[in-house]
């Protein structure tokens, strides 16, 4: 096995450790569902990459829960059309 040869000392220690942290992550927003996703990835709440589904989200889910993802993906399409209304009305005023 090899072997240090000398010792490092607490400032070379602690220069090596300095580097040594938590990294926040970088999230993009899902254009369907406006929830932060990884980039380059699946979004887990639609099941949607790239524009197109990718799997069923809804398939695992039993009944209940169905009716109330079902229900919370129609509010974000009618917020996605309120805003886009508002953003046309935005815009034609300046
Ligand atoms: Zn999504």
Same mark, same amino acid.
Request: net charge positive; glycine share 2%; with cysteine.
């Given at each position: 096995?090899?072997?240090?040869?000398?010792?490092?000392?607490?400032?070379?220690?602690?220069?090596?450790? &300095?580097?040594?942290?938590?990294?926040?992550?970088?999230? &993009? @927003?899902?254009?369907?569902?406006?929830?932060?996703?990884?980039?380059?990835?699946?979004?887990?709440?639609?099941? =949607? =990459?790239?524009?197109?589904?990718? @799997?069923?989200?809804?398939?695992?889910?039993?009944?209940?829960?169905?009716?109330?993802?079902?229900?919370?993906?129609? $509010?974000? $399409?009618?917020?996605?059309? &309120? $805003?886009? &209304?508002?953003?046309?009305?935005?815009?034609?005023?300046?």
């Amino acid at each position: 096995m090899p072997e240090p040869k000398q010792r490092h000392t607490k400032s070379r220690r602690n220069r090596r450790r &300095s580097q040594i942290k938590i990294q926040q992550k970088v999230f &993009s @927003i899902c254009p369907k569902c406006k929830q932060r996703v990884l980039p380059h990835q699946m979004c887990p709440n639609c099941g =949607y =990459y790239k524009g197109r589904q990718v @799997i069923d989200v809804l398939a695992k889910l039993e009944k209940r829960e169905r009716k109330q993802k079902e229900k919370e993906i129609k $509010e974000s $399409e009618k917020e996605k059309v &309120s $805003e886009k &209304s508002l953003t046309m009305e935005d815009l034609s005023k300046k």
